[in-house]
T-cell receptor, first 109, second 111 residues
């Protein structure tokens, strides 16, 4: 059974203070690692998909990286609007996503 | 609208009542998913449709949960004889290539 563990559970940052979120996974055959952002009262919003170790993707202040056992989401010089819960998910077949519990990021001005 | 829509957004039910939650996927999306998200947790897979065919219902917690998509577009998740442990946010998603687009969810509270 796929397992996804995210750490830390919560992260409080000062505006401009860069940090990283971790997603450790166990999956029989990875067919994609996904990062989503979820704001309170809303559904998850797609950020990135990574497929193979060494792959990196960037979007504004976010950068996602992938190794064979974990993925990192780096937040560079965060702003208050980056406050959200960040979810990691893995897919081991054609469709089903298995999610971690998320990391709740709070960025103070 | 262009996104996945769900209704109602909030539902309060008395224990033992039946509820029906609706999902309107993005037009043209073949694949549709239902997830259950408990407070402070990530979404948990419930079931998957490809067009009108329910290909995987392995995540449905009990036989009180039933999902359908009779014409391959709108889907309904029905929960019979609701219990307090059914309280959660129910998310619907539809798929395009490798990206799942989620709706805003229905928050179900069972009293």
């Amino acid at each position: 059974e796929d397992q996804v563990t995210q750490s830390p559970e919560a992260l409080r940052l000062q505006e401009g203070e860069s940090s990283s979120l971790n997603c450790s996974y166990t999956v029989s055959g990875l067919r994609g690692l996904f990062w989503y952002r979820q704001d309170p009262g809303k559904g998850p919003e797609f950020l990135f998909t990574l497929y193979s170790a060494g792959e990196e993707k960037e979007k504004e202040r976010l950068k996602a990286t992938l190794t064979k056992k974990e993925s990192f989401l780096h937040i560079t010089a965060p702003k208050p609007e980056d406050s959200a819960t960040y979810l990691c998910a893995v897919r081991d077949n054609d469709y089903k996503l298995s999610f971690g519990a998320g990391t709740t990021v709070t960025v103070r001005a | 609208g262009a996104g996945v829509s769900q209704s109602p957004r909030y539902k309060v039910a008395k224990r033992g009542q039946d509820v029906a939650l609706r999902c309107d996927p993005i037009s043209g999306h073949v694949s549709l998913f239902w997830y259950q998200q408990a407070l402070g947790q990530g979404p948990e897979f419930l079931t998957y449709f490809q067009n009108e065919a329910q290909l995987d219902k392995s995540g449905l917690p009990s036989d009180r949960f039933f999902a359908e998509r009779p014409e391959g577009s709108v889907s309904t998740l029905k929960i019979q004889r609701t219990q307090q442990e059914d309280s959660a946010v129910y998310l619907c998603a539809s798929n395009s290539l490798n990206e799942q687009f989620f709706g805003p969810g229905t928050r179900l509270t069972v009293l």
